[in-house]
């Protein structure tokens, strides 16, 4: 069984940092696109940034400039390094990752409150 386990989220004031980081563990085949998505109360569910296996990255415009994603592929593991970090930024922060192990399946950890003060 595949499990995402997220780490890191907080209570931080406006012009902060922090970085999360979720680890995938079980029987992993390979694993493709990781990404890291949030959703705010109310809100839909939305993407912050992607890494590819070749760690090419893609951010949403509301972050770029600001967030960090990356990945260690020997421990499948992604990050995401958060600076200068805004009241809007408050979310529960979700990881997502395409793994194989017969099949490609989309996979979610249980999410990480991130919480900005003004």
């Known amino acids: 069984q595949v499990q995402l386990v997220e780490s890191g989220g907080g209570l931080v004031q406006a012009g902060g940092s922090l970085r999360l980081s979720c680890a995938a563990s079980?029987?992993?085949?390979?694993?493709?696109?990781m990404g890291w998505y949030r959703q705010a109360p109310e809100k839909q569910r939305e993407l912050v940034a992607t890494?590819?296996?070749?760690?090419?990255?893609n951010y949403a415009d509301s972050v770029k400039g600001r967030f960090t994603i990356s990945r260690d592929a020997a421990k499948n593991t992604v990050y995401l390094e958060m600076n200068s970090l805004k009241p809007e930024d408050t979310a529960v922060y979700y990881c997502?990752?395409?793994?194989?192990?017969?099949?490609?399946?989309?996979?979610w950890g249980q999410g990480t409150q991130v919480t900005v003060s003004s």
């Open positions: 997502n990752a395409q793994i194989v192990v017969f099949t490609t399946k989309q996979y």
């Open positions: 079980g029987r992993i085949g390979s694993i493709n696109i």
């Open positions: 890494i590819t296996r070749g760690d090419s990255a």
